[in-house]
Each structure stands twice: as C-alpha cells, then as structure tokens.
C-alpha cells in the first residue's frame, strides 16, 4: 500500500494544460504563494461515482480540491488509494480539510496527520461550533489557527462573515479567509451580502474565499461581482442532476463574474436614465 507523497500532489507544471484541457489564461492570482488561473476551488464529496467526480473536475477546470481526512480516513485503505489516485491524475493540488472536527486540538491533530500523510502544508481548517448551522466556533478556530501558523502551516480558515472574527484570524497569522455565503449545504447563496461587500471593503489586500451555502451558479457570479478571489463549493456540483455539466456552468459563471467586477459594474439608480439622449447631441438615422 503506497503512502501518497509531496510531488504527488505538486501543482501542475508551469505552462502545462489546466485540469479542463485549455492553456493557462491571464487572469492569475496567487494563493499562499502558488500562482493559479482558476478561481474555482472544488470539494469532492458524494459525487455519484468515482468517474463523475473525475470528469466533474475536468469540466471545473478547479486547480485546487479539497477533500475531507476524516472521511477518506474511514473509508478504507483500498478506497483510500484510490480516491488519491483520481486526485493525481486530475492534476489539482490537494487541500486536506478538518471537517467533523469540534475542538481546536481535535482539528490541530488532523491538520498534522494530514502534513504527514500527504506532504503538504496547506489546511483547511474548519471547528464546528453548532450541530444545527455547522456554524464555524470563532474561538476555537483562533486558537487552533495560532498554532497551527506557528507550526508553520498555511492555514486556510472557513468562518463566518464577521469582520472582527475575520480579524483575529488575521492576526493569528492567516493570510487567506473563507467565510461562508451560507449554512454549509444549504443552497441559500449568499443570505449575508452586506456583510461580505464590508468584508471585501475593510479587508482589501487579503484573498477572500466565499466558502459554503452556494446554492447556483448565479450565487457564485454575485459572490465574484463583490470583489471575491475565488468561490469554493461542493454540494450544489455533487448533488446536481448532472454534476459535470453543473462544473461546467460553475466555471462560467466564476469567470463571467470576475469579468464583470474587472470592467466595472454600473451604479444602481433610484429612477429612469434615458440610454439613448435624444436631445442636444447629433444622432444618425
């Protein structure tokens, strides 16, 4: 039984073909240091099959997945083989994830378990605080994200919308945030806008993640529009009557809304504005 190693989940070479076939394109952005053209990060949980899930990160073009330790843990080591295996040979780079954790140290063992098994200093860290919401804990997730940076993770939170919880990650030494558009699984989309534009707007240097409640893609187009780096999500791909043409869609609707916030998006108005002035300027019938 072969135990997965550094160089097997490296980012894909530069200049190789992204995980959707095409090249790298110009929009680039960087994460904990790694340069990445897709802002599409990809869960893999309850995909239909093995297969669907292989295509549907094909389709995603997702350059970063993240998968659950503790549910990979239980599944077996033959399952567990395999399952890495797809991760390889879809070429993303793998982010481990505490789901299911409940304290800081139960997250903290994982996240070294997970350093050991796969080679990798990246963390998704994730302490749940409610059984009902799955609400992060903001005081748990500080504690463990402190030392985890000390111990010279990368650590990748998933929190709330709450700008002062945001900051005390920050200052624990997190350099990228998660907050959440919604209850995780829920489908609600972004129930918080105000929240996240303000989180957008105080935090401007740090990489912002909306992570959890995507329900469509037209949530992930407005999370984009509000100036997001990326959008992560899993449930609303996996759960999806076809999950690999909903990949597809989810990949549009991140690059359309990123567009979007780059060109610049109108002002809303309280009245009419005449598009078309049909006095004091010259007009060609």
């Not at 970063?64 to 033959?78: D, M, Y």
């Amino acid at each position: 039984m072969t135990t997965p190693t550094l160089s097997s989940f490296a980012a894909p070479r530069e200049g190789a073909q992204t995980p959707s076939g095409g090249l790298a394109g110009t929009d680039t952005f960087h994460i904990a240091g790694v340069e990445l053209t897709s802002r599409f990060f990809l869960g893999t949980a309850s995909y239909p099959s093995p297969q669907i899930l292989q295509q549907a990160i094909a389709a995603s073009g997702a350059q970063v997945v993240t998968v659950g330790l503790k549910r990979q843990l239980a599944a077996g080591g033959g399952t567990q083989n395999d399952f890495f295996q797809l991760i390889r040979d879809s070429g993303a780079r793998l982010l481990p994830n505490t789901a299911g954790c409940r304290s800081a140290r139960e997250a903290i063992t994982l996240s070294q378990m997970a350093r050991e098994l796969f080679g990798t200093n990246w963390i998704k860290l994730e302490v749940v605080g409610d059984e009902h919401t799955l609400q992060p804990d903001p005081f748990e997730l500080v504690t463990a994200a402190a030392e985890l940076v000390r111990d010279g993770f990368e650590v990748f939170p998933y929190c709330t919308d709450d700008l002062v919880s945001c900051q005390r990650l920050l200052d624990a030494g997190c350099r990228t945030l998660m907050p959440w558009g919604a209850p995780i699984g829920s489908g609600q989309g972004l129930i918080n806008p105000y929240a996240l534009r303000t989180l957008r707007a105080r935090l401007p240097g740090v990489p912002l993640i909306v992570d959890a409640g995507i329900g469509s893609p037209a949530d992930a187009v407005q999370a984009m529009e509000l100036g997001y780096d990326a959008v992560l999500l899993n449930s609303a791909v996996a759960h999806a009557r076809d999950p690999v043409q909903m990949a597809r869609a989810f990949k549009l609707g991140i690059e359309s809304g990123r567009l979007a916030y780059e060109a610049g998006i109108m002002a809303q108005q309280d009245m009419a504005v005449a598009s078309t002035p049909v006095t004091g300027r010259p007009f060609i019938l």
